[in-house]
């Protein structure tokens, strides 16, 4: 594979399609506000992070400390929910999405800002779902390392998740309640 050199002859001009390495955090020639090399920066902490929790589980295991058991996983996973919601969408993590992310006047995010590696971390924090798998890293990361401090943590969190689900619910429940009664009203109406 030739690799691409990112001088360019006196007086030409890059092409918007050139796909080339730019230093990490540098400008895109591209209308794209970040480039691979900013991804792969950024997979390639999370993939330290993984081999880190890898790491102290074979540490773990050569202590002959088990490891999660599977029954904790739901509490695990509604943890995880939880922490990912209250870092992607709460007002109270304001402060940490401030430098990457527009936000509304409500503090919910909006879009990512920025350009380089400050877009593509922005872009991270806009994605629940992105944030929920840096979350599942950092708590099973602290559930390894300190299996009570990551037990407590994740059943914080965890009664956190189902609060927020059983709201949901009950918000929905309402919602179509009150719906169903407002129909109910217009045909009494209608049949008068």
């Known amino acids: 594979m030739e690799k691409m050199s990112d001088e360019l002859p ?18 895109s020639s591209s209308s794209s506000a970040t480039t691979p090399a900013n991804y792969a920066l950024l997979e390639a902490v999370f993939l330290l992070g993984l081999v880190g929790v890898i790491a102290l589980s074979r540490r773990r295991e050569r202590d002959c400390s088990p490891a999660i058991p599977q029954r904790d996983l739901p509490v695990m996973a509604l943890a995880t929910f939880a922490l990912a919601d209250t870092l ?8 940490l999405r401030e430098p990457f992310v527009v936000e509304d006047g409500q503090h919910k995010p909006v879009a ?18 992105c944030v929920g798998t840096w979350s599942a890293l950092a708590l099973v990361g602290l559930r390894t390392a300190s299996p009570s401090a990551g037990r407590a943590v994740a059943n914080v969190l965890a009664l956190a998740g189902g609060n927020d689900l059983m709201q949901t619910c009950f918000r929905m ?11 109910t009203d217009r045909a009494r109406k209608e049949a008068s």
């Open 10 to 27: 006196r007086g030409h001009e890059p092409h918007p399609t050139d796909r080339r390495w730019h230093s990490l955090g540098a400008a």
């Open 88 to 95: 992607a969408k709460e007002k109270i993590s304001t402060w």
């Open 112 to 129: 990512p800002e920025g350009h380089g590696l400050r877009h593509a971390i922005g872009e991270l924090l806009t994605c629940t779902r």
């Open 173 to 183: 429940l309402s919602e179509r309640t009150n719906l169903a009664s407002l129909a």
